[in-house]
């Protein structure tokens, strides 16, 4: 198959084989890119024209267990050590991959405003000051740790408070007033 054609599913796929796992070799694997958009080829099986990178245990192991998604968001099979990658290769994923998963670090909380059942922020961050909105922050707020959290905004952008004691007691009365 060229790397112009992409591989589609024969049928309808049952149960059993969704639930497969598929470990792939990451010796095997050649990443490109076209454009923005990040490509993979298998050798002697196919290529896939946009590649997503995803990490499995993003929190407990960042630098393993890597998902490859085709461009319709199906698992094409798991990097269990990208270490295993060429050098070009690795630098390619590992550049997806912070683009992925910029988050940045919410250092303080400027204000904060409820309309309309969504929450207006503004913070300060690592990387400057941000505005963004929240909404259902019963599902849009994650607790990976004790006194850690992640706000997950409306277009899907994480904004992570590491330690919500080293807030001050502004920010704190802010966060908790609205989560």
Known sequence: MSASEEKQPEGPVSLVEASQ?????????RFFVHGA????????????LKVSVLRAFP?????????????????????VDPEGLSLENRALVEKELERRYLVPVVTRIVAAKERFGTVEWTVRTDRGERRFM?????EMVQRPSPGRIILTDVDGNRYDIRSVGDLSSTSQELLFRHI
């Open 134 to 138: 929240t909404r259902n922050l019963r």
């Open 21 to 29: 796992l598929i470990f792939l070799d990451p010796r095997r694997l």
């Open 59 to 79: 929190i407990s192991e960042p630098h393993r267990f890597l998902s490859l998604r085709d461009g319709a968001n199906k698992e094409i099979g798991l990097i």
């Open 37 to 48: 958009t990040l490509r993979v080829t298998v050798e002697e099986e196919c290529s896939y």
